[in-house]
């Protein structure tokens, strides 16, 4: 049995199903186009092992400013698995109601703002809470779940709701139901998860996109770029403009707050 192949045949079926979202990948693009050039942010959260999608929409190689990443430590810091900071507290610190609440209170949030919200079961309360709490303030929610998995999953909400029902455009990572994709013989529980790869390839289909629609209206976005391309002195210039522009559009959600 080569589990090495079938993983990678997986992925490619994962190809398939992003590839079949294009429309639906456009339009958020475009809702995080007109926020960007606005001179507002796309707001990007995710808990758990769904903090590896806000990174890899900003700051790395090949991303810009204009994205906001809401990286609540007490939900995402986990890599000591047990004792203080483990994965316990942060698996039941993101299904605490009002926290929420608590994270957004941090910043001025408005109407020209945009939303993307990543959870794969779509399940769990701080994330569905965070859409939520978007929607009603009239931010456009983008939410990436896994659609197998949400189907057969229960919400943590005591009315049932699920990251689908406060979101605007839902996007697909194309995972199995419980994410591990690999059957192994004399193993009783599949390995080798999914939505990493699909939720990557989302992330990445829609920057390309937002860079593309930036650029043709005449905003085009200052990417981190390697010094291998740019050469060592662009690519300082670019990272040191990206950040002051980062810095500048992320004072703009804390000058207002309370008031």
Request: aromatic share 6%; charged share 20%.
């Amino acid at each position: 049995m080569n589990v090495i192949q079938d993983y990678l045949q997986q992925c490619r079926k994962i190809i398939e199903t992003v590839e079949a979202q294009q429309q639906a990948i456009q339009q958020a693009a475009q809702w995080f186009a007109q926020s960007i050039i606005k001179g507002r942010m796309v707001h990007v959260f995710g808990s758990g092992h769904s903090r590896i999608m806000v990174e890899e929409m900003w700051p790395r190689y090949g991303s810009f400013p204009g994205f906001n990443p809401i990286v609540e430590l007490s939900l995402t810091f986990h890599n000591l698995v047990v004792g203080a900071n483990g994965q316990r507290q942060a698996m039941f610190l993101e299904n605490v109601e009002g926290l929420a609440e608590r994270i957004q209170r941090n910043f001025d949030i408005r109407e020209s703002d945009s939303a993307l919200i990543i959870s794969s079961s779509g399940c769990n309360i701080v994330p569905i809470e965070m859409a939520a709490l978007f929607q009603q303030k009239k931010v456009k929610v983008t939410a990436i779940i896994t659609q197998k998995h949400a189907a057969v999953s229960t919400s943590k909400r005591k009315d049932g709701k699920k990251l689908s029902d406060f979101a605007d455009l839902i996007l697909d990572t194309g995972a199995p139901a419980g994410d591990a994709m690999i059957y192994i013989p004399g193993l009783e529980t599949p390995v080798a998860p999914g939505s990493t790869v699909g939720g990557v390839l989302l992330i990445n289909t829609i920057k390309a996109e937002t860079a593309r629609l930036l650029t043709e209206a005449g905003h085009p976005p200052k990417v981190l770029t390697a010094s291998c391309i740019a050469g060592p002195e662009k690519a300082r210039e670019l990272f040191e403009s990206a950040y002051d522009e980062h810095a500048h559009r992320l004072a703009g959600l804390y000058q207002n707050v309370g008031k």
